[in-house]
């Protein structure tokens, strides 16, 4: 899918060059290849059981929500205005250097992606690294639901849950730093670095309802 730039957390507010919008075509930013999303309910064994075993062990239902997706595009950008075209937002990105892959991907969050395969371009032009071509962290997300419905007298029940979120405790991870460049034309030392998560850590709550 090729499109215009658009406000995305991997991708420049704006274009490089307002005056050449074909250097921008690249992957949508929300461009995820694969995309998993299933959901199931199953009523656990004991439901026809009486007496205390029945209240006890009968009536519990679990109930879960997967999701999983490939990484999005994101785009690697110089880190400092070195087109010298004035503009206030920065937009700028690098030449990609002879032979090296456009999306160099290290994997891990204290280098997710390789800034040697970047060079700076010269003062006062634009790089020919494409819009997008950086595809970023994958996400994978299992949540969980266990619940039970107790019958108390003729005219009230009460619903006990308990959910998981992110059960496996799984990091997926944000998008990597970007800018590769300081402005004397060093790498930064952040250069694909991963400071943030794109969900929280495992969290637990409980709920109790009841109905009459």
Do not use: C
């Amino acid at each position: 899918m090729a499109v215009t730039a658009g406000h995305h957390a991997g991708a420049p507010p704006n274009s490089q060059d307002p005056e050449n919008l074909r250097a921008e075509r690249g992957l949508a930013s929300v461009d995820a290849r694969h995309i998993l999303t299933t959901n199931f309910t199953y009523d656990l064994p004991g439901r026809n059981l009486s007496g205390i075993a029945g209240r006890v062990i009968g009536g519990w239902e679990v109930s879960s929500i997967i999701s999983a997706n490939t990484g999005e595009p994101a785009t690697v950008q110089v880190g400092f205005n070195r087109s010298r075209n004035r503009s206030g937002r920065l937009a700028d990105r690098p030449n990609l250097r002879p032979g090296a892959s456009n999306s160099p991907v290290l994997g891990g969050p204290d280098r997710y992606f390789d800034p040697s395969a970047f060079e700076l371009q010269p003062a006062g032009f634009y790089g020919n690294v494409g819009r997008n071509t950086l595809i970023g962290p994958g996400f994978v997300n299992v949540g969980l639901s266990l619940g039970k419905i107790i019958p108390v007298g003729e005219r009230f029940t009460t619903e006990f849950r308990a959910e998981f979120f992110n059960l496996f405790n799984h990091a997926n991870f944000g998008v990597p730093s970007l800018g590769v460049f300081n402005a004397n034309g060093s790498v930064r030392g952040n250069a694909g670095r991963i400071t943030n998560t794109a969900n929280t850590s495992r969290q637990i709550q409980f709920g109790l309802k009841l109905s009459f």
